[in-house]
Antibody, heavy 116, light 107 residues
Framework: QVQLVDSGGGVVQPGRSLRLSCAAS????????MQWVRQAPGKGPEWVAT????????YYADSVKGRFTISRDNSKKILYLQMNSLRGEDTAVYYC?????????WGQGTLVTVSS | EIVMTQSPATLSVSPGERATLSCRAS??????LAWYQQKPGQAPRLLVY???TRATDIPARFSGSGSGTEFTLTISSLQSVDFAVYYC?????????FGGGTKVDIK
């Protein structure tokens, strides 16, 4: 069955960096575009970044452009999100999601807290 | 950016009753609209895509309709497991915007 396992979250000071990972199994990872979506406490989900199935195209929300980088390793079936220059407003649960335009499978999420 | 507006913010319904949730887009998204259910501490779960196609293993009591800018999710007879927050999402452009959610709680 399709499984996505998010990891790498934690408490980090403003201005520091963190890298999130999403391990995929149960499907042909290299055939699917993938997303990162975040959800701040008490808020709705917010799209963060998209990467095409082959890594050739990447798209970012304006709120993270220039600070976050999405990447993938299709040989290891892992999706990454490198987050630099973190801010308080980046505090959220971060989910990876498989994409068929809509998001059909989601990871369990990993909490990122940006606080001094 | 396409803005998605959901109403009402909270819907109080008795088990067995029908629930109707609305979602409006600031510009046409065709039928590129999905609905998700989220329970506390869990990831969102896909219910409907293409405005009206139920996702795998989603019960028939969930139905979606609409196109363009106006969409509806109907739960025909609410069961206890259906009390949750529901989000609509457009995927007509790369912003993939979500609505603010409708919380369905027990009346």
């Amino acid at each position: 069955q399709v499984q996505l396992v998010d990891s790498g979250g934690g408490v980090v000071q403003p201005g520091r960096s963190l890298r999130l990972s999403c391990a995929a199994s149960g499907f042909t990872f290299s055939n699917y575009d993938m997303q990162w979506v975040r959800q701040a406490p008490g808020k709705g989900p917010e799209w963060v970044a998209t990467i095409w199935y082959d890594g050739s195209q990447k798209y970012y929300a304006d709120s993270v452009k220039g600070r976050f980088t999405i990447s993938r390793d299709n040989s290891k079936k892992i999706l990454y999100l490198q987050m630099n220059s973190l801010r308080g407003e980046d505090t959220a649960v971060y989910y990876c999601a498989r994409t068929r335009n809509f998001f059909d499978y989601w990871g369990q999420g990993t909490l990122v807290t940006v606080s001094s | 950016e396409i803005v998605m507006t959901q109403s009402p913010a909270t819907l109080s319904v008795s088990p067995g009753e029908r629930a109707t949730l609305s979602c409006r887009a600031s510009q046409s998204v065709g039928i590129n609209l999905a609905w998700y259910q989220q329970k506390p501490g869990q990831a969102p779960r896909l219910l409907v895509y293409g405005a009206s196609t139920r996702a795998t293993d989603i019960p028939a009591r969930f139905s979606g309709s609409g196109s363009g800018t106006e969409f509806t999710l109907t739960i025909s007879s609410l069961q206890s497991v259906d009390f949750a927050v529901y989000y609509c999402q457009q995927y007509n452009d790369w912003s993939y915007t979500f609505g603010g959610g409708t919380k369905v709680d027990i009346k």
